[in-house]
């Protein structure tokens, strides 16, 4: 089988590569691509940039996959909310050029896309875990442009495109940038321990309640996906999720509690977000019953993996 991997030089990129050969059979040989290559975690990257339609279309031709697992675009929403207009070319006309190569140049080639949980946005206000039924409703650029793309390629399903649109909820892991939230307050711990920073974490709102996987997990559920495409009807809509609320408070405790040092925390009125959901959580019944997909992680450990990274990151180790 050959796979495509685009935005293979992100987070969750690397991850997905040890999830293909770990549940793929066979013969197995795996592209991967980034639009700054230079950048990767790792050689081996080919350089692709997906607003570049041209661009697009030569490596499909090229390359004839069997599945592509679009991963490419912008991830953090802080960044989609301040450069909206890159956002919507990444994330939707992006989108758009990859399906449509497909669609031209290898018609039996699957696509996995890989959307957001965030697009139901305003739906998540009754509290009730979100499933595929849901109505879409999203409330800032991020979720907006994911959502656009998520129905762009329902539609291009039904006129012949192999596609499988996955809604990911919040994911967390080694190497993520400290645009998320686990990220973020494992770096400051991090830096604190290493002498780096002043022993104050400042913080936003932590009550609100989200659902928080590990990005291995939500790896191996791509995978599944590509090994099963071929017994998944076009279109096909799952929610990767946990299926538990977490309040943000917890993640923030838990790193605190693996801390070698004593941590102040303080809130501060510049992070907390006015769009702020109360709680959201997915219903994720679907994957588990046509992948026999489930997260194995235990949140604890995500926890440590990520201030064990950060740490590494500082240069301090994880005595």
């Known amino acids: 089988m050959r796979v495509l991997i685009t935005g293979a030089g992100g ?13 793929c059979d066979g013969d197995l040989h795996i592209i991967s691509t980034s639009r700054r290559p230079d950048r990767g975690p790792s050689n081996g990257l080919e350089a692709l940039d997906i607003t570049d339609r041209d661009a697009v279309e030569r490596a499909i031709r090229r390359h ?34 990859v399906a449509s190569a497909i669609m031209k140049s ?16 305003d739906s ?17 650029d991020y979720g907006v442009t994911k959502a656009s793309a998520d129905l ?8 012949g495109l192999k596609c499988v649109r996955l809604r990911p909820f919040n994911h967390a892991g080694p190497g993520q940038t400290e645009a998320f939230v686990v990220s973020a307050f494992a770096m400051q711990v991090a830096r604190i321990e290493a002498g780096l920073a002043e022993p104050v974490i400042r913080v936003g709102n932590l009550e609100a309640e989200r659902d928080f996987l590990d990005v291995r997990d939500v790896a191996i559920s791509y995978a599944l996906v590509a090994q099963k495409a071929g017994l998944l009807e076009t279109g096909t809509i799952l929610n990767i ?5 977490r309040p943000i408070s917890d993640v923030l405790e838990g790193l605190l509690h693996l801390s070698k040092v004593s941590i102040k925390v303080e809130q501060d009125p510049a992070r ?3 769009s702020d959901l109360p709680r959201i ?11 026999g997909w489930k997260p194995h992680y235990l949140f604890e450990q995500t926890l440590a993996d990520v201030l064990a990274d950060c740490r590494a990151r500082t240069g301090t180790g994880a005595e």
């Open 11 to 23: 987070f969750v990129g690397p991850h997905v590569v040890t999830a293909l050969k770990q549940v």
């Open 64 to 97: 004839r996959p069997d599945c592509v697992v679009h991963l490419a675009g912008v991830a953090a929403p802080a960044l989609a909310a301040r450069q909206p207009e890159i956002a919507w070319r990444v994330n939707v006309q992006g989108s758009l050029n």
């Open 106 to 121: 290898a018609p039996d080639c699957w696509l996995i896309h890989a959307g957001s949980g965030l697009v139901y946005g």
């Open 124 to 140: 998540a206000k009754g509290g009730h875990p979100l499933d595929q039924t849901t109505v879409l409703s999203p409330v800032d």
């Open 152 to 159: 762009a390629l329902g539609a291009m399903a039904r006129r």
């Open 241 to 245: 999720a946990s299926g538990k609320a």
């Open 272 to 274: 907390m977000r006015a």
């Open 281 to 291: 959580v997915g219903n994720a019944e679907r994957a588990q019953q046509l992948l």
